[in-house]
Structure formats: C-alpha cells, structure tokens
C-alpha cells in the first residue's frame, strides 16, 4: 500500500490554537502517522503529497441530522458536502426512509395482501417524503442491509442510517392512526432488532409526522428498550418545538427513564434558556442526552406537515388528497384549523413544487405547473391564484399529491441569540438539516445543505468567537462520532480512519444564500476519504471510497 503524506498541516490543539506544522502520513485508509515537519527523517519513499501550506487538517466533519440517502449518491451534493469538510452523513432521520421495507417481488402471503403480512413502507416513504428524502435512483424496497449496500464505494463520503421509526410502524400498521397492539409492537421490535443486527446507528422518530403521531409512550418504551440493551441512541423529532417543547421534551425524558436509552433531539431550535434548562435537568437525573442545531434562523419541511392538521389521514396521500377536495372537510379546515396559522403563512415560502407529471399526475392531483411558485411566499402566490393563503396551500397540496415543500420562518423565539447559546452547550452536534430534494436543480431549497458547517467555522468562530477551532472540531466531529459510535473517527492520530478536510482558518464561509441556495462553501478545498482524495483544489476526484457507516466497526 502506497502512502500519502500531508504535508506542513496544523493540528487544532486543546487551548483554541493551532500547532507547528506537522507532516501526516496516511496508509491503507489510516493515519499512519504524525510528525512534527522539521526533523520528521525520511519521509516514506512511495509518498504522493498533498500540501497543506499551513492550513487546518481536521479530521472530517460529520452531518448528524440531513436527508441526503437519495442525493448522497449525487455529485454536485457531494461536492456541498465536501466543500464544507463533512466526510460522513447520517441519515434516516425523523422517522421516515426506504428501510425496512419488502423487498420487490416478495410472495405476497400475508392476511392483508401484502409481502410477508408487511405494507410496502419503500412506496410510502418515497412517496411521503418525496420533498424531503427524494427518490433513491435503485432501491425500491428491501432491508438496512440492501440500502446500505447502495452506499458501499458508490460515493464520496460515508453513509450512516438511523432505522426510521415511522416506516417500521407503516410495514406494520399500514396508515392506521391508533395505537399499536402488543402483537404489532412485537413484529416492530423484531423490524427494528434486523435493522440493527444490518448496521443501523440507532432509531429515529418523527413525533410531530405519521404515522408516528399514533404512537403512544408504551410503543417509543418497547422499541427504545431494544436500543438500549446495544447502547444505540434514540434520535427524535420531538411532538413539537417553542410552544410545544416543555411536554414534548418531557415525553422524551419519560421514555429514556423508562428504557435506559440515550436520546439526542433532532433539530432542537427556541429559546435557549428554556431548552437548555431541560437538558440540564435531564443530565441532572443521569441521562445522557444529547442534541443538534443549526446556525439558521429559518427551518425547511413539507407543506403538508407545516399546514394540516394531523387528524387528516396525512400517511394516506390518495386519502387525504381526496379529503382535501371534500367540501365538507374543507369548510372544517378554513372554520376550526386554518384561522390558528395566521401568523403563519407570511413565514411561508415555497422551496419545492412539483407538479404534473412529478407529481404523479394523471393518476391524482392536478398536471397544472406551479414552479413559478418556487421562492415565493404564500401570500404572493395566493394573491397570485385569486386565492387566500389557506386556500393557496389547500391548491398546492392536491396539485403536488403533498409533495410541495417549504421554507419557513421561525418565530422571534428562536433569535441569534439563542442559536449562539445552543451551539456553545456541551450536548450540541453540529448537523444541517439539509433537503437536497429535488436533486439536480430546481426549486428554491434552505441553503443549510450547502453552508451549515462553512457558517458554524465562519460566523461562530473566526466572527463571534462561540468556538475556538479545538471547539469547533469537538462539536462538528468527535462529538458526533461518539455520539453514534463511528469508531476510528472523529480524531487526527495514529490509528484513526483517514477521513480529513484541509480548513483555510482566514477563507472558510458559507455562500449559499435563500435567493442562491445552491452554491458551494469556500475555503475546503482539499479533503480525504479513508486516506483518498475525493476533493483536490475544491473539485472532486473520481474516487468513490465512501463506506457505509455500522456502529463500532472502524470501516476505511
């Protein structure tokens, strides 16, 4: 095995600084070693080089919280990614993806008609999530085993996978919005115990989505208990956020009790001084709980979750499609539900909308094409239609068959001055939250999938100082490699797999904005992936060395 040698790097050191320049040798996937560049001795004789020339070698950042198991496998997302030194990816977040799923195929021998007596959970969530995840360009159904697979030196950057809560239940349950009776929470179990024993990182929930809404605290307790009894953590979309997060976060701190399971809370936004006081009386009891934020003070999700209200069949698109075109449902949603979002629908602007044929038309929906929608606020396209807001987005729900999404400001609560208190805590990981969908271009999406982590280095440490640079890779790479246990990463040493992003500490920002949300970060211009390089002089290489990411197993 040949080696390859970064040369005159630094290395962030625990007091905030930087150190002399040190030469890294890198072999077979590992760092090999380091020495310090003046008076290293001979250097290996088969060495290629990669100069550093006084930059940053971190160890490679990795995105606790994005939706990227359809657009990981898409260059121009892996170069948003690697742009910003994030090297490895865990998705299946807020309890919806494609596994476990039945396979296509399968003998349909079960009661209800379906596969083995499991609903087609791939369909569904390719379906429901469409805005979100995308659609994966091969898998169509199968187990965590089959979709990590599809990651397996298919890509640049590695790919861990959270079993997602909702699609277990759905293989289960189909859409049926009631609690789960012992039966069904023992073949969910058994779900999500393969979907371990395949490699998953722990479980997600999407408290606040279906079919997980149904779920009542006995079923997140029986399937918790199984993360704990491997030490995986519970990763959740909590049931509400600002108003909603003192009983919400409660729920959370009962269920962890209950199991012993660790909980890190996803995308955890709001007044700091409230959200923070919960997690410290969670570690005050001796939980461990952890979370992730990100340094934006606008959120992205469907449309669908953002407007209706959950007593709709949302995990049903053809049901609740047709209700919405129901007068009678629809003279209760504008008297009972729609007067609450007021305040809302000037937050409101469209990210993607996907109509005709994208959208599944003929077949529902309407084929009329509303992407000039994209980018603008509901009330403009409203007025735009002839239409209220409520009405506006009742239109775009059936024309996109759900599939609209949207960006969205959040309230006053969640100030910059709370995003700087979030991040600066000990439980904090760095993740984006980021919609790739759709991939390839089109619409307006949040620009956090291309300058989250650009934005932590830039803004939160070389402007306002929240991190040092030690700080800064403690949150956006050790923690979160712990934290999910990817062994042998997380750290420059001896030893660890070779993922590493060269950071220029004067030049590094995010570029993406709203209006331009597609732009790739500055300042990350070389970077390595089990030892090779994926990008070089801030463009990609033709190397695909990603790995999927199995908890405990140092995979490079």
């Excluded at 898409?74 to 948003?80: C, P, S, T």
């Excluded at 490699?199 to 199984?226: C, I, K, Q, R």
């Excluded at 060269?502 to 790739?520: G, H, I, K, Q, S």
Aim: charge should be negative; proline fraction near 7%.
């Amino acid at each position: 095995m040949s080696a390859l040698v970064v040369r005159g790097a630094r290395l962030v050191e625990p007091d905030g600084g930087a150190s002399s320049p040190v030469d890294v040798t890198v072999r077979g996937g590992r760092v090999e070693r380091v020495a310090t560049a003046a008076g290293a001795g001979a250097l290996p004789d088969d060495a290629a080089f990669v100069e550093a020339d006084g930059r940053l070698l971190v160890p490679g950042f990795v995105d606790a919280h994005v939706h990227g198991e359809a657009a990981v496998l898409d260059e121009d997302v892996q170069l948003a990614m690697l742009r910003q030194g994030v090297t490895s990816v865990v998705v299946g977040q807020d309890g919806v993806s494609y596994a476990p799923s039945p396979a296509p195929g399968e003998t349909r021998t079960g009661s209800d008609g379906t596969a083995s007596g499991l609903h087609d959970a791939a369909a569904w969530a390719s379906g429901y999530f469409a805005a979100i995840n995308g659609e994966h360009p091969t898998f169509r159904g199968g187990s965590v085993a089959d979709l990590l697979a599809t990651y397996d030196r298919t890509t640049r950057v590695n790919v861990g996978y959270l079993a997602p809560h909702g699609t277990i239940r759905y293989a289960v349950l189909g859409a049926a919005a009631r609690a789960a009776t012992p039966a069904e929470t023992d073949r969910m179990r058994a779900l999500l115990s393969a979907a371990l024993d395949d490699g998953a990182l722990g479980m997600s929930t999407g408290l606040e989505y279906v079919p997980a809404t149904s779920a009542d605290e006995a079923e997140l307790v029986a399937l918790t208990s199984v993360l704990a009894a491997r030490g995986l953590p519970h990763v959740s979309h909590m049931r509400g956020y600002e108003d909603k997060a003192g009983p919400a976060f409660a729920e959370l701190v009962r269920v962890a009790r209950a199991s012993g399971v660790a909980t890190h809370v996803s995308h955890y936004h709001g007044p700091a001084a409230e959200l923070l006081g919960y997690v410290d009386d969670a570690h005050a009891q001796g939980l461990d709980v952890t979370f992730d934020s990100y340094p934006y003070l606008r959120g992205c999700s469907i449309l669908s979750m953002v407007s209706l209200p959950t007593w709709l069949p949302i995990a049903d698109v053809d049901a609740t499609v047709a209700a919405l075109t129901d007068p009678a449902v629809l003279d209760c949603l504008h008297l009972e539900h729609f007067p609450a979002l007021t305040d809302l629908w000037p937050r409101v602007t469209l990210a993607a909308v996907p109509t005709g044929t994208a959208a599944g038309a003929p077949h529902g929906g309407t084929a009329d094409d509303l992407t000039w929608a994209e980018g603008r606020t509901l009330p403009d396209v409203a007025a735009r239609l002839g239409m209220t807001p409520a009405q506006a987005a009742v239109h775009l729900l059936v024309a996109t068959r759900l599939r609209a999404s949207c960006v969205f400001a959040q309230p006053p609560t969640n100030s910059p001055e709370s995003v700087r208190a979030l991040l600066r805590h000990r439980a904090h990981v760095g993740g984006s939250d980021a919609i790739y969908a759709p991939v390839g271009g089109g619409g307006r999406p949040h620009p956090r999938g291309w300058g989250a982590f650009a934005r932590f280095l830039a803004e939160h440490v070389r402007t306002l100082g929240d991190w040092t640079w030690h700080d800064a890779v403690t949150h956006l790479s050790t923690r979160p490699a712990e934290r999910f246990a990817l062994a042998g990463r997380g750290v420059v040493a001896p030893g660890a797999v070779a993922d590493l992003a060269l950071v220029d500490p004067d030049r590094v920002r995010d570029e993406a904005t709203y209006e331009d949300p597609r732009r790739p970060a500055s300042g990350v211009d070389d970077v390595l992936v089990a030892g090779v390089p994926v990008l070089r002089d801030g463009s990609l290489t033709d190397a695909l060395p990603g790995r999927p990411l199995r908890p405990g197993v140092p995979t490079a």
